[in-house]
Each structure stands twice: as structure tokens, then as C-alpha cells.
């Protein structure tokens, strides 16, 4: 991931215009810049940009067309278009944008790339940390997010589960966190069955990962993320088209660990808990199947009415250790149920919890920070679809509907305090490219939830 250079007046500005301003800051540039712009047709259109040349014909100012001050519908990214954009060089926002923040994040994100397997196509434009911005945040935030999108994007046979439980484990030693590994059988005798059942057809054992950080009398944050590595959908196999993008799965475990890097790096004081079920639910003789019936950590009873609906499994077990600890705010992430993106789209995340004043707090984060969410309903009379006959509960519901809510309501059943947790199912994916958001890996809720438990967690210490 590119970082923010050192400050310095030689490089190219870029000025921030729209429609309604365009005619006055024309007026400011210097004359030959400003006649150049007009017989380009330049008018400060949205998404439009101009390189405009000096005198001597090197670059001089970057020209980009944004939303109107107090647009309905501004989008935080756009100025991440201008680092596919322009041409390598160094440049600098000029003094007084609005949100230099946010501009210089979206640029950093906007720059992103997935690396890997093939090299950079060109060299990427590279941006002067701004001024009035905490350079700091924008890089901390950039790398964490470019983190999870490495991660979403990495195919399993090379991100299996042992391989992104160690990359869990660097990020824990990075931070000077503890961690430990929970593995294979190790599973049955420590109480996870669940995580066990899943993911024990796999060539590579299923496993769970337990980090811990911060002081222990300080506010218990808890983040549970769904690290299935790829899911074949078990015995009750998914078609081939609907396999293509199932190396994001564990999108959830991403967006955990983008989160925590956010949060260990941050000057918040919290007790932080991160809980990774990581498993790949594969075909074998071993595969668990439809109608069986598994015990889970909570002590229900679990009849798998659907191999495919896993996630909610090994979350479950997941959970039901998180709530022994008892924490202030539990948080779950999960590329969970088709029924989600049906409902809402790849772009917004649904998200559940049982404290209204929390998902108020949720989806005002999300609007301030253009990270949206949307809350869907914990809808009670759905509940009695999940009920067993010869088990406390299915993993599926009864109906062809509502399959996000009931999937909510399922994870619900592990949870000891409602109010105290929220639920986000996400897509994790870019299905085309938008300003700041390349196509592929996308992590989504992190920042917004980074900003709302840092200020949590700053209320609490006043209180303590």
C-alpha cells in the first residue's frame, strides 16, 4: 500500500470544484490555466478532471469536479477516482479542502491493488500527507483496510485455514497481542464441536483463534469474525457459479482483523477480544451431514438441516464462548446469507442488534462516514421457524424467506445479552470498480465501528 509523502509546496495541487463554484475559482487561476480549462470543456462536472500545464509545460494544477456543499448524496470516495487517474507524480490537496481526512483516505484506498499473483500494471500517483489531516489515522486506517482486502482477495489454495489463522497471529505479534491457536481435535476437549463438525472434512484441520489486548479493566470489546476459507457448501454442494467468488467467506474474520488493527493501533483504552472461527467446508467421507445432529458450546442441540449453512455454526460456538467473558459490546462479522445482498445489494451491509439506542449509534456512524449500514429487524415470530424436533434448534429455517433475519435469529440463540451485540452480514466484495474501492476484497463497517468504539471507549474511562 502507497503512503502519504512529506508536505511540500513543489508538488502538483489539486483543486476541488463543482459546477456552482467553477465559474469564480476560474476567476483565481491564473489566465492561461483558466482559458486552457474552457477550451477543454472543463465546467467542474462530477468525476471530471484536467491536468492543466505551466508555462513550461509541466504539470501545474489538477483540476477535479466533486458534489456541491451539502449535496444529498456525496460520496466520501470520490476523490480515490484521481489516483487511477492521473499520471505518476506527487501532488498535494490544496489548502482548505473541506474534509482533507477523507480525501486523502479515499486516495489511498483508490490506489490500492492486488499484487500478489501479477505485478502493477503502472506506477500509482502519490499523495502529500495533507496539512490540517492526521496523518497518523489515514495511514493506519489505509493499511488496515488494505489488509482485509489482501486478504479477501488471496484464493484458498493459498489462504487456507493455517495460513490465515498465521496471519492472525502476525497481526497479534505486530501489536504485542496475545493470541492462541485451538486446532483440530483440540477442539472436541476445549468444547467447540461446532467449529469441529465443520470444518473436520477439510485437508487442513479447522481451528479457532483467541487474541487478547489491552487492560483488563478496561471497556471488554469483543469481535467475532466467520473465517470460512472456502465453502464448497458440504454435501449439499452449491453449484458451480456460486463457488467463484467463495474464497471471501471468511470476509468476516478480514473485516475482524482490519478492525483490530485499526482499533490495537489506536490510542484507545479498551480490553479487546478478537475470536476467529477458521475452518473450510469441504467434501469428504468425514463431511458432516444433512440431519445430523451436533451438541454446541452453548449446550443446545443443533440439527444441520443445510451443510451449506455453515458460517452460522461456527459462529455460534464462537459467540457462546465471547458471552462468558461477558463483554460491554460484542460485535459479529459474516458473509452470511444470500438473502442479505438480495435484500440489499452488495454496497449495504445488513446489520442486527437488540438495543435500539446502539443501532441508532450504528447507522450514524455509517452516514458520517460514508461507510454505510442498514439495520433489518430481529423479527421474533420467525423465531419458531428455527425450532428442532429431535434437536433444541435447525441451522435452517422451515420457510424460503427472510433467510438473513432467521440466520440473525439463529446467531441470537448463543448470545447471553442482545443489547449488547450486533450482528453485520456483509458482501466483502467490490463487484465492479468505484472511486476509491477497486474491484475485488472489500471491508466494510470497519471504519465506521472504529470511530463508534473508540468514542464508547472514551466515555467509559470518564465514567470508571
Not at 12 to 22: L, Q, R, Y
Not at 127 to 132: E, F, K, N
Not at 391 to 396: H, L, R, Y
Request: aromatic content about 6%; some cysteine.
Amino acid at each position: 500500500m502507497s503512503r502519504l509523502e512529506d508536505w511540500t509546496a513543489q508538488a502538483t495541487p489539486i483543486d476541488f470544484v463543482d459546477k456552482e463554484s467553477w465559474p469564480v475559482v476560474a476567476e483565481t487561476l491564473p489566465p492561461a490555466i483558466a482559458a486552457f480549462a474552457r477550451a477543454c470543456g472543463f465546467d467542474g462536472k462530477v468525476g471530471a478532471h484536467l491536468l492543466a500545464p505551466g508555462p513550461d509545460g509541466a504539470p501545474a494544477v489538477v483540476l477535479f469536479g466533486v458534489e456541491a456543499a451539502g449535496a444529498r448524496h456525496r460520496d466520501p470516495f470520490l476523490p480515490g477516482k484521481l489516483a487511477t487517474l492521473l499520471p505518476p507524480g506527487l501532488y498535494r490537496l490544496r489548502e482548505g479542502v473541506s474534509d482533507s481526512y477523507a480525501a486523502a483516505l479515499a486516495f489511498l484506498l483508490g490506489g490500492y491493488s492486488f499484487s500478489r499473483y501479477v505485478a502493477p500494471k503502472k506506477e500509482r500517483p502519490r499523495l502529500c500527507a495533507p496539512q490540517d489531516a492526521d496523518r497518523a489515522r489515514v495511514e493506519r486506517v489505509a493499511a488496515a483496510l488494505s489488509l482485509g482486502r489482501d486478504l479477501v482477495n488471496t484464493p484458498a489454495n493459498d489462504l487456507g485455514p493455517e495460513a490465515l489463522a498465521e496471519a492472525a497471529l502476525a497481526l497479534a505479534a505486530r501489536h504485542g497481542a496475545q493470541a492462541r491457536v485451538i486446532a483440530g481435535d483440540a477442539l472436541l476437549s476445549e468444547n467447540f464441536p461446532l467449529v469441529h463438525a465443520v470444518g473436520r472434512a477439510a485437508a487442513q484441520a479447522p481451528r479457532l483463534v483467541d487474541m487478547s489486548f489491552g487492560p483488563e479493566e478496561a471497556m471488554k470489546v469483543t469481535l467475532v469474525g466467520k473465517g470460512v476459507c472456502f465453502d464448497s457448501g458440504g454435501l449439499d454442494i452449491k453449484p458451480s457459479s456460486a463457488m467463484l467468488l467463495m474464497k471471501k467467506d471468511m470476509g468476516g474474520t478480514a473485516t475482524a482483523l482490519a478492525l483490530a488493527d485499526i482499533l490495537m493501533g489506536s490510542s484507545a483504552r479498551l480490553r479487546l477480544r478478537v475470536l476467529l472461527p477458521i475452518v473450510e467446508n469441504a467434501i469428504s467421507a468425514d463431511a458432516m451431514r444433512p440431519g445430523d445432529i451436533y451438541p454446541s458450546r452453548k449446550g443446545l442441540s443443533v440439527e444441520i438441516g443445510n451443510t451449506d449453512a455453515e458460517g452460522r455454526l461456527v459462529l455460534a460456538d464462537a459467540l457462546a464462548l465471547a458471552c462468558e467473558e461477558e463483554p460491554d459490546l460484542l460485535i459479529d462479522f459474516a458473509t452470511l446469507t444470500g438473502a442479505a445482498r438480495v435484500a440489499l445489494g452488495p454496497e449495504l451491509p445488513a446489520f442486527y442488534t437488540g438495543d435500539d439506542s446502539l443501532a441508532v449509534e450504528i447507522e450514524t456512524y455509517g452516514r458520517k462516514l460514508g461507510d454505510p449500514v442498514w439495520r433489518l429487524p430481529l423479527w421474533e415470530p420467525y423465531d419458531s421457524q428455527l425450532e428442532g424436533k429431535a434437536s433444541n434448534i435447525v441451522n435452517v429455517s422451515s420457510s424460503a424467506h427472510a433467510g438473513s433475519i432467521t440466520a440473525a435469529l439463529f446467531l441470537r440463540r448463543f448470545v447471553t445479552k442482545p443489547e449488547k451485540w450486533a450482528h453485520f452480514d456483509l458482501f466483502a466484495w467490490n463487484p465492479s470498480a468505484k472511486p476509491g474501492r477497486p474491484e475485488g476484497g472489500e471491508i466494510q463497517t470497519a471504519r465506521l465501528l472504529a470511530e463508534l468504539i473508540e468514542e464508547r471507549a472514551a466515555r467509559w474511562s470518564v465514567k470508571a
